[in-house]
């Protein structure tokens, strides 16, 4: 019985290999700026015990209530329920509690770069799998952290040269500004409620805040009225938001404060920010992030700051995508600059080209071409010689190595340099210097 042809998951698209080389120069760039700001790569498991999401991001989220992969593991007596990471940061937390990093210095920078997972429904800019650069800051709280972290963010999308994009920023307070706001909420709210959306009524007890970036048209015209935030900050958070926003103007970045920007987590304090890109569609954030600094005593450590944020790595692709009249045939990626040989072969190898009766020997050829560190491929489609050669022109090879009978006979091959267009008689035993002499010439 044959299958019906399957298919990848909703929302889980493949990254094929003519894409490839556009994911690995974002993840080059990252890691190269994200190190020079003193990063360094902590990488920790898809899975997680739910209960560190729920707790970590807030039980009433979006991500919490609707949005997990979940599954029940374990036996009868022992069932244990564990998710698919739908972001970084509380995996971050937790890796640091749990192996004592703390202990050893108060103070870490750390980075991953990865698969996450949220069910949400696809469109385009938003996946069920997609991917973050992520950067967390732990041990502190220096307004001057939050506003490095900016600033490597902001370095990243210069980098990258993702245009059109803004910088929101907000601070969400302590948990007294918060309590005390909430109140200022929904007073506010209250008398406007029955025109609201039925979610934002349910978010009404449950999480107010949440209300704020509400998309319905009706609650954000609502919404655009209410005293903002920054009018209720303590004298501490208010200090602490002036010092980013100063810090910010120092460096000439720059921001829009908005009240609006609430961001999907309960743990947030004080800075939240996000990038808006008009490249974008309605999920136009590349990025985002903030301080947060409850949620290390609340997982059971010390008390401590932190400050981190993420870029969606299919939205930086995206917001890098040329515009259409941008668009031209050019052997760099349009969109990214990168170089890209014709059908993404390897240039600048050897293509070993046999014959039926020599094919053994080509393959000894073929690895030891690979042992000196050439680029190397054979024929494995059982084409003539002279097809062989079409496709090596064609795929952006630099040689072919004939291997003929004369050839297998006496321990040589026949270099033909496609470029040059010129061929030569080589000793096996000479043939990779041979190789990199040519290459190192020209
Ligand atoms: P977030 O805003 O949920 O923050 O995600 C960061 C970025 O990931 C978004 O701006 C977006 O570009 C991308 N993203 C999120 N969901 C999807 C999706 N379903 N499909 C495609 N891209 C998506 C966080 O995750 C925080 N943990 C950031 C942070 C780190 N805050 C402090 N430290």
């Known amino acids: 019985m044959s299958w019906q042809a399957p298919k990848a998951p909703r929302g889980m698209p493949d990254i094929l290999p003519d894409d490839v080389p556009r994911w690995r120069r974002l993840e080059d760039t990252a890691r190269d700026l994200l190190e020079r700001y003193g990063y360094r790569e902590i990488r920790t498991p898809l899975l997680e015990s739910t209960d560190l999401f729920a707790r970590g991001i807030g039980e009433v989220t979006d991500i919490v209530e609707k949005e997990m992969f979940s599954l029940a593991v374990g036996s009868k007596d022992r069932p244990e329920s564990l998710s698919l990471r739908p972001e970084f940061t509380a995996s971050v937390v937790r890796a640091l509690l749990e192996h004592n990093l703390h202990r050893k210095k108060p103070f870490w920078k750390l980075y991953s770069i990865g698969a996450l997972f949220r069910y949400e429904r696809p469109q385009a800019g938003r996946q069920r799998q997609f991917h973050q650069i992520n950067g967390e800051a732990l041990g502190s709280y220096d307004p001057l952290l939050d506003v490095e972290m900016i600033d490597l963010a902001d370095q990243i999308l210069r980098r990258l040269g993702v245009e059109d994009y803004r910088l929101r920023l907000n601070s969400l307070g302590c948990a007294g500004c918060r309590g005390r706001y909430r109140e200022v909420l929904r007073d506010f709210l209250r008398p406007r409620l029955a025109e609201m959306c039925e979610t934002c009524k349910g978010r009404f007890d449950r999480n107010v805040f949440r209300i704020l970036d509400c998309k319905s048209p009706t609650d954000k015209a609502i919404v655009a009225s209410v005293p903002p935030m920054e009018q209720h900050l303590c004298d501490p958070c208010r200090a602490h938001f002036d010092a980013v926003k100063a810090g910010l103007d120092r460096l000439e970045i720059a921001y829009q404060v908005d009240p609006q920007l609430v961001r999907g987590f309960d743990y947030y304090t004080r800075t939240v920010f996000e990038f808006p890109c008009a490249r974008l569609g309605a999920q136009d954030a590349v990025g985002g992030g903030g301080r947060y600094d409850r949620l290390i005593p609340d997982m059971g450590g010390p008390e401590a700051g ?116 010129t061929q030569a008689r080589v000793a096996r035993g000479d043939l990779v210097s041979a190789v990199r002499g040519v290459k190192a010439g020209g």
Do not use: C, N, Q, W
Request: aromatic share 6%; glycine share 12%.
């Open 306 to 421: 932190a400050v981190g944020f993420a870029f969606g790595m299919e939205r930086l692709l995206l917001a890098l995508e040329p515009k259409p009249a941008a668009a031209g045939a050019s052997d760099a990626d349009a969109r990214t600059g990168v170089p890209v040989a014709p059908d993404g072969a390897a240039r600048g190898g050897v293509f070993v080209a046999a014959f039926p009766e020599t094919r053994a020997v080509a393959s000894a050829v073929l690895a030891e071409l690979r042992r000196g560190a050439v680029p190397a491929d054979l024929d494995y489609e059982g084409r003539s010689l002279k097809a062989a050669m079409r496709v090596a022109d064609r795929e952006g090879y630099a040689f072919v190595a004939i291997v003929g009978e004369d050839e297998a006979r006496e321990g040589s091959v026949t270099l033909k340099d496609m470029r040059a267009g």
